[in-house]
């Protein structure tokens, strides 16, 4: 195998548009790993189903991943939002045979399309409540409950035929910080690690998951001052504490919390390799450019001697073991089973849904969304309660900025009415309790928090409905408590 190719061999790339480029298709065709799909490139089902076709057409093997986890982040529910609650719904409902069923169909859903490599589930133990990237994504801050359920959640994607990837080792569930922005810091020794981040990998790890991805997180007990994607410390901790043989994926490299430290993708790319992962997924705005930037980078890296030619001959036979499982697991049809989707992920998503109070009669409600930024990982996906109002009932809706909202212009266009209010984070979304507060001392008001649980309780208001993520199988969930459901 030539020295490009060995290197393509390590790369999972991406490029934008529902049609592949002629690059795209060149580069797999040369021996790319494979590419991973992101919003722009969904349509629907057919469409997607065509698209994978031609990355196998180009070289059967090749390798089609997304990150598909249900709840708040999604791919091909981008458009409407996901029919399957998350990780943060499925924690709380504590039904390991649920979760199973629920990735399962995640599973079915990407097999039916030709998709055959999953980077989820998040088993990151979110011990920070305020943390702006995992959150409901995580299944909880409990080690052992998170641990279960990643075991079962990895029985589900694989037995639908779906590696599964479980992220972000060694654990981004501790950070205040979003490595999409910046280098998070955890100040944290390894015994802490090994007994509250770690467990969750160790038993995905025990379970036979195929792939684990790094975060871009600094430990600096650990890491020094790189990330734990450019940690050989870090890394080897999978391999020998762990035991794990799978493939090991990068978190994407243009996030900042990579590219930043590295001075780039490429040079990321180096680093990255030397420490000991196999997968390089470089991000979702690649071109043919940049990963020649980073063959390039890697090939000046073998000839001055700080990665070896057996480095990367390692990690192509770790990918292309991957590779040769997915085809294996893989129907002759190039389909999965079909299962009713929406109907599993709201009976679950109703089973997460914790009511506290008193509603008063909401079919005339004022609906009123308070909007707050997203993270990259989620992206722009529609949530709330508002497409799921029934059109025969007299409740309105708006949207709001909390910071810029008038709580006495609220109170105006409900006219009487009891007013809801949905929202993620709000307590520390800014200006939104000021505003609650000022809402609740003039009229009934129910609040819905869609985001992370906390204990904060606003002044005033009859009821708090907390439903433990905003996909559309809690959208729906949520109208059904509020009484105001299609």
């Known amino acids: 195998m030539t020295l490009r190719r060995l290197i393509l061999g390590t790369l999972l790339a991406a490029f934008d548009g529902p049609i592949v480029p002629g690059w795209a298709l060149d580069l797999v065709a040369e021996g790319l790993a494979g590419h991973v799909l992101f919003g722009n490139n969904i349509i629907d089902p057919p469409q997607v189903a065509a698209l994978c076709a031609a990355l196998r057409a180009a070289r059967p093997d090749v390798v089609i991943g997304i990150d598909e986890e249900g709840g708040d982040v999604t791919r091909l529910g981008h458009v409407d939002g996901s029919p399957y609650p998350g990780n943060g719904a499925l924690g709380v409902i504590d039904d390991p045979a649920l979760t199973t069923a629920i990735y399962r169909a995640i599973g079915a859903d990407l097999a039916a399309v030709g998709i055959d490599l999953d980077l989820a589930p998040t088993i990151d133990v979110n011990t920070a409540s305020d943390n702006p990237v995992i959150g409901t994504r995580s299944f909880g801050a409990d080690p052992t409950l998170v641990a279960r359920h990643a075991v079962a959640a990895v029985l589900g994607l694989q037995d639908a035929g779906v590696a599964a990837c479980a992220k972000h080792f060694p654990g981004h569930g501790a950070t205040t910080a979003d490595s999409h922005l910046e280098l998070p810091t955890v100040d944290a020794d390894l015994d802490t690690l090994l007994t509250r981040d770690i467990p969750p990998f160790a038993a995905a790890a025990a379970a036979g998951i195929q792939a684990i991805m790094t975060a871009h997180i600094r430990i600096p007990l650990l890491t020094g001052e790189a990330p734990a994607t450019f940690s050989p410390a870090a ?163 708006v949207r709001v900025a909390a910071s810029e909202a008038d709580a006495t212009e609220i109170i105006a266009t409900a006219a009487g009415r009891p007013i809801v209010i949905t929202g993620r984070n709000l307590h520390r979304l800014t200006g939104a309790a000021s505003l609650i507060e000022s809402i609740a001392g003039s009229c009934d008001v129910v609040i819905v928090e869609m985001g992370w649980p906390t204990a904060w309780r606003p002044r005033g208001v009859r009821g708090f409905i907390t439903t433990h993520g905003a996909s559309r199988a809690n959208g729906r969930a949520a109208a059904e408590a509020l009484g105001i459901a299609a």
Not at 309 to 325: I, T
Request: aromatic share 2%; net charge negative.
């Open 235 to 397: 890394l080897e901790i999978l391999r020998t504490r762990i035991g794990f043989r799978g493939v090991i994926i990068t978190d994407a490299l243009e996030m900042q919390g990579a590219a930043r430290f590295a001075g780039g993708a490429a040079p990321g790319a180096v680093l990255a390799l030397i420490a000991g992962a196999d997968l390089l997924c470089i991000g979702s705005r690649v071109t043919a450019e940049s990963v020649e930037e980073i063959v390039a980078a890697v090939i000046e890296a073998v000839a001055d001697g700080r990665l070896s030619r057996a480095r990367l001959e390692e990690a192509v036979e770790r990918n292309q073991r991957l590779a040769a499982w997915t085809r294996a697991t893989r129907s002759p049809s190039g389909a999965s089973a079909a299962v009713n989707g929406a109907d599993l992920g709201v009976s679950a998503a109703r089973r997460a849904v914790a009511v506290e109070g008193s509603l008063p009669d909401l079919t005339n409600a004022l609906v009123v969304q308070l909007e707050a930024t997203t993270t990259i990982a989620q992206g722009r996906v529609p949530w709330g309660v508002v497409p799921h109002i029934g059109s025969d009932l007299g409740a309105a809706s």
